[in-house]
């Protein structure tokens, strides 16, 4: 029997998690002209793990952080977390850190 959308929301509301994650990957011109090449491969290899375990993966681009008070993502606390791939900028780990401790 597959879940519908309603029995996920009630479920995240009873348990206060969402079972999804994001991984951070750079998007903004002056952050990086080029993502790591094994970039794709990674978030591949993260997205089997996390689905082995009953999570979702979502793409969070760097420009959702920077502007956090506009992205759905920080607004409704939609992460149980997040995983960063490159090195980012210090004002990027900084709003990070204050929206998901």
């Not at 920077?66 to 995983?83: N, T």
């Amino acid at each position: 029997m597959a879940t519908t959308l309603k029995q996920v929301a009630a479920r995240a509301m009873r348990t206060r998690k969402t079972t999804q994650v994001g991984v951070l990957v750079r998007n903004r011109p002056g952050y990086s002209r080029h993502t790591h090449p094994l970039a794709f491969e990674t978030i591949l290899g993260i997205n089997e793990g996390l689905q082995s375990v009953g999570y979702v993966l979502s793409i969070i681009g760097v420009g959702d952080v920077i502007e956090a008070s506009e992205s759905r993502v920080f607004q409704e606390h939609i992460l149980d977390g997040m995983v960063v791939i490159d090195a980012m900028p210090d004002v990027v780990v900084d709003e990070i850190n204050q929206r998901m401790p």
